[in-house]
């Protein structure tokens, strides 16, 4: 924020040369991309693949607050949470589109560290920018980014395929995002309260990272079908374990049935939860953003990724008449629910 940098307005360089200053550091990964920015719409040719297709819109002020986010982590999220979208497809993400909508606040040089993020992500991911769209708006930044997988039909997971009897994994651990949130929301107020205090976030780097800065799990798929395990179901946590269980048992006529003690939490998380009053447990169940895969897989896949790092093994699928419950090793059973615990809702 000190520095003393001259800032281009957008203005002058106009929307084309806006355009154009994006394209110069665009390169291209993929044989299937045939054309990418440049011409009124993108050409894309795959051979017997099937295409996944997945959008996400974040608003300002709605998604994130520029308060606390840097402008290359949103764009690194931006791409990130769309990726994790097609991840979860277990299929694998090719090109992504983005589109811009911005105040006149903004600046070139701001741009600039929107697409540094990006441009990140896109390495990381293996995707190609291949367009978007750019325009600007009366107030407040949107960022919409649509992103293209390709996947072997066979190998395509849906919603709707566990059944009686598969477990229920999740890659990673739980929690941390919502922790991180309250976090920053919290600091925030201090900040405004007082804006000489300086934020207290020594050795909270890892929760500020995980709501900043998410991951899609792309090496999780990569890692199942090496150990040539294919789920019968997948999503990504984007909303809460709750939430995303039962669309899965919704969508596969099943029930389920998980365990307290199996969620995997990073000791920094239950630490920063019990600081801030917060049940780390509610913070997996209802947080969100965790972007974490949670999973089924048949029982006779368990012996292939029983000792693999990283996988948690944290329940099993019921008949549907069962219902959908968390058995804690301590007092009643808790009926999963898509949005208890109004006190943990994020919006
Ligand atoms: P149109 O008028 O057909 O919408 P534009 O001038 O908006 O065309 O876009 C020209 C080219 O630049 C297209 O290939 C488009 O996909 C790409 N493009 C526009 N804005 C962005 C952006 N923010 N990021 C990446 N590519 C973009
Ligand atoms: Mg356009």
Redesign the pocket.
Known sequence: MAEKVKLTSIAELG??G??DH??EK?KIKHKETIK???????VLQFDKQQTVITTDLLVEGIHFDLMYTPLRHLGYKAIAVNVSDVVAMNATPKQV????AMSGKFSVQA?DQI?EG?HAACEEYGVD???????SSVTGLMISVTAIGTADPKKIVYRSGARENDIICVSGDLGSAYVGLQLMEREKEVFKANPNVQPQFQGKEYLLSRILKPTARLDVIKKLAENGVQPTAMMDISDGLSSELIHICRQSDTGCRIYDDKIPFRQDTVTAADEMNIEPLMAALNGGEDYELVFTISPDDYEKIKDQEGISFIGHMTNKSKGMYLTPQHGEEIQLKAQGWTAYKSE
């Open positions: 929307e084309f806006l355009i994006i394209n665009v990418g920015i440049g011409d009124d719409a993108a589109t983005v589109s811009l741009v697409y990006i920018l291949i367009g978007g769209d750019t325009t």
